[in-house]
């Protein structure tokens, strides 16, 4: 079953593991693998139990070589001078687990039999894909520090050991049980609960099917002055018109960007509902200082008792949506491709083939590389849903190849400018 083992060789082997909270290489739709091992699994109490029983009772399967002096025995046994074999198995199948992925590395000197084996971090590997559909290598980086592995053409004897779950679309990767469970907890905030005091009325709880169907939307000021539009499933009066809202349906209409965990405290809140009207608007008037009366329910806009304000009502409808599967992988050299795919504010909810249209003028994207402290280390226009970051422009921007990449993408609209932005944090 393990004759893989013989005659596999690696110059070195990674010795400082970090089990259990790195994610690998598949494209997950809408988010970076790291924000799916920090939030999805270290940050969830079930997901890491489950992670957990999974990989511990995979790894007491008895494995049975014989004869007991075989020297496959003790190599899982003890497989490297870190680990003891069950160590190494519930590192392996812990990875399998929370990134799709788990990689084994039969470490040896040459021509030698392997002498030690190691579980590589799925964040740190890459597939080298071939011609014929099969991966003829693989690689693995920490930090400047690349390992390439190839398979051996004739004999297709491999020094990597590349397990990985069914995932229907992708030919190299495997598909993390994560990110299934991600579209149900982005949609679904089951965490968070919002304390609001209503002046008059009353709140109640809905069903699920309920929310999904429009019912308890509100929109609700964030930090920056967005405001995020959200759903509301459980409403609990707690104090004299104080309510607990939670079951959260967040960031509807596209408003993602304006989310707060939780909102700061004296936010403004405003329930959506029949009593609202739209205000009309000429072109003219959008940023254009306009005066407003909010008189007490039932009287004229002159009562003395009238709130009166000036605003000026930005055209938000109108920007392009933020982009969203933000991805950036190393092209078998320190040369970075960034990916993304575009947001439509009409017609890009189609369920037919091809992509969502552009929905302005031209097609147009900012990127910005920040640097770890956030700020923009370098800013450029590209004119489709992909742009190749240089290793030269890496080291001008930080003096070497990161291993970590921050950077923001947002589409250009009519007006030059860019509308909302999508930023992520990848482990290259």
């Known amino acids: 079953m393990l004759d893989w083992l013989k005659r596999l060789r690696g110059s070195r082997a990674e010795r400082k593991l970090m089990a259990w909270h790195a994610l690998g290489r598949p494209a997950w739709p809408s988010r970076d693998p790291t924000m799916f091992a920090r939030e999805g699994y270290a940050k969830n109490a079930i997901a890491y139990r489950c992670v957990r029983l999974?990989?511990?009772?995979?790894?007491?399967?008895?494995?049975?070589?014989?004869?007991?002096?075989?020297?496959?025995?003790?190599?899982?046994?003890?497989?490297?001078?870190?680990?003891?074999?069950?160590?190494?198995?519930?590192?392996f199948f812990g990875h399998l687990q929370v990134s799709g992925n788990a990689y084994l590395e039969a470490a040896s000197f040459e021509d030698a039999p392997p002498r030690e084996l190691y579980a590589l971090r799925p964040d740190r590997t890459q597939v080298l894909p071939?011609?014929?559909?099969?991966?003829?290598?693989?690689?693995?980086?920490?930090?400047?520090?690349?390992?390439?592995?190839?398979?051996?053409?004739?004999?297709?004897?491999?020094?990597?050991?590349?397990?990985?779950?069914?995932?229907?679309?992708?030919?190299?990767?495997?598909?993390?049980?994560?990110?299934?469970?991600?579209y149900a907890v982005d949609r679904w905030d089951r965490g968070n609960v919002i304390r609001v005091k209503l002046y008059a009325g009353a709140l109640e709880s809905v069903s699920e099917d309920d929310v999904l169907a429009g019912a308890n939307v509100f929109a609700i000021e964030g930090e920056s002055?967005?405001?995020?539009?959200?759903?509301?499933?459980?409403?609990?009066?707690?104090?004299?018109?104080?309510?607990?809202?939670?079951?959260?349906?967040?960031?509807?209409?596209?408003?993602?960007?304006?989310?707060?965990?939780?909102?700061?405290?004296?936010?403004?809140?405003?329930?959506?509902?029949a009593r609202l009207a739209r205000l009309p608007m000429s072109s003219h008037e959008w940023d254009a200082p306009l005066g407003f009366f909010a008189p007490p329910a039932s009287t004229p806009a002159t009562d003395v008792f009238a709130n009166i304000e000036t605003l000026a009502l930005h055209h938000v409808a109108m920007r392009p949506f933020?982009?969203?599967?933000?991805?950036?992988?190393?092209?078998?050299?320190?040369?970075?491709?960034?990916?993304?795919?575009?947001?439509?504010?009409?017609?890009?909810?189609?369920?037919?083939?091809?992509?969502?249209?552009?929905?302005?003028?031209?097609?147009?994207?900012?990127i910005e590389i920040l640097d770890p402290g956030g700020a923009v280390v370098r800013s450029v226009e590209a004119v489709t849903e992909g742009w190749l970051y240089s290793?030269?422009?890496?080291?001008?921007?930080?003096?070497?190849?990161?291993?970590?990449?921050?950077?923001?993408?947002?589409?250009?609209?009519?007006?030059?400018?860019?509308?909302?932005?999508?930023?992520?944090?990848?482990?290259?």
């Open 130 to 182: 071939g011609p014929d559909g099969w991966p003829i290598g693989w690689e693995h980086r920490v930090g400047p520090d690349v390992r390439r592995f190839e398979r051996d053409p004739v004999s297709n004897e491999a020094p990597i050991l590349h397990l990985k779950l069914f995932h229907p679309s992708d030919d190299w990767y495997g598909q993390s049980p994560m990110e299934a469970a991600a």
């Open 391 to 428: 290793e030269a422009d890496q080291i001008v921007d930080f003096g070497a190849p990161p291993a970590i990449l921050r950077f923001r993408a947002a589409q250009i609209g009519a007006n030059g400018l860019p509308g909302l932005k999508t930023e992520s944090t990848i482990t290259l």
């Open 322 to 366: 933020s982009p969203a599967h933000l991805a950036a992988r190393r092209t078998g050299t320190d040369d970075v491709t960034l990916s993304w795919v575009r947001q439509a504010r009409s017609g890009g909810l189609a369920w037919g083939p091809g992509e969502p249209p552009i929905g302005e003028p031209s097609e147009r994207y900012l």
């Open 54 to 91: 999974i990989a511990e009772a995979a790894a007491s399967a008895p494995l049975r070589v014989g004869p007991s002096d075989h020297p496959l025995a003790a190599l899982l046994a003890r497989p490297n001078p870190e680990q003891t074999g069950i160590e190494l198995l519930e590192t």
């Open 225 to 273: 002055g967005e405001w995020e539009i959200l759903a509301v499933r459980t409403c609990v009066l707690v104090g004299e018109d104080e309510y607990e809202l939670s079951g959260l349906l967040r960031g509807l209409a596209d408003t993602g960007h304006a989310m707060g965990a939780p909102m700061p405290a004296g936010r403004k809140i405003v329930k959506l509902d």
